[in-house]
């Protein structure tokens, strides 16, 4: 009988709490989970993430230009981060903003759509197991698509995450060592190279790759 007891206890307790979790903490709650499945004991930076709070957006929908809500238009748009796009060829870095709509990641530069992925065509996500942001988002290769994006953000396990839950594809999501291979275009491709230093720094090595540190 005790035992009974105890375990029709610890059900009305579970229970209590579940119904007194605030729909806010349970959206935070959900996607740290997530974020447990995809990079807990892979990447560094992890153990620190779990205190910080993931926003719902880190831009409101007020400050992207009209022009590129207009272009958008019927989608809705549930999260919003600068990022810094590192060029396929050269890897000059521009700042942009990453738009996630519910149906597809956008690459937006002040007025423009630069590139448009669609969730479901999305071929996977990379980064490192280091504590650098740079994410690499790979698209299929056809004459829609300019080739992957490299993408460096100050809130990787959040934009991951957020990526991840929207587009349902947290089992394609790869944390890489030493380096890895995305798509120029055209059949070609290029090389990104994760190292130790003494600081954070991202740059085009003698051979042509992009390094970061």
Request: glycine share 6%; net charge positive.
């Amino acid at each position: 009988t005790s035992e009974m007891l105890h375990k029709l206890c610890i059900r009305t307790l579970v229970r209590k709490y579940c119904r007194g979790v605030s729909v806010e903490r349970r959206v935070q709650l959900q996607q740290k989970v997530v974020t447990s499945a995809v990079f807990r004991g892979k990447k560094e930076g992890y153990q620190q993430s779990l205190n910080q709070r993931f926003l719902d957006t880190r831009l409101k929908e007020n400050e992207i230009n009209p022009r590129v809500l207009q272009l958008i238009q019927g989608e809705s748009i549930k999260y919003v981060t600068p990022v810094i796009k590192y060029d396929r060829n050269g890897f000059k870095a521009r700042e942009r903003l990453l738009v996630l709509t519910q149906a597809a990641a956008y690459v937006v530069e002040m007025a423009k759509i630069k590139q448009k992925v669609e969730y479901a065509t999305l071929k996977g996500i990379s980064t490192s197991n280091l504590s650098d942001g740079i994410i690499v988002i790979h698209v299929p290769d056809d004459n829609k698509q300019k080739g992957d994006v490299i993408l460096q953000c100050e809130h990787v396990f959040e934009t991951v995450t957020k990526l991840c839950m929207l587009s349902n594809k947290e089992s394609l999501v790869k944390i890489v060592k030493g380096s890895l291979r995305f798509r120029i275009g055209s059949g070609k491709e290029g090389t990104v190279v994760f190292a130790v230093g003494q600081e954070p720094q991202v740059f085009r090595d003698r051979n042509g790759q992009l390094t970061v540190v």
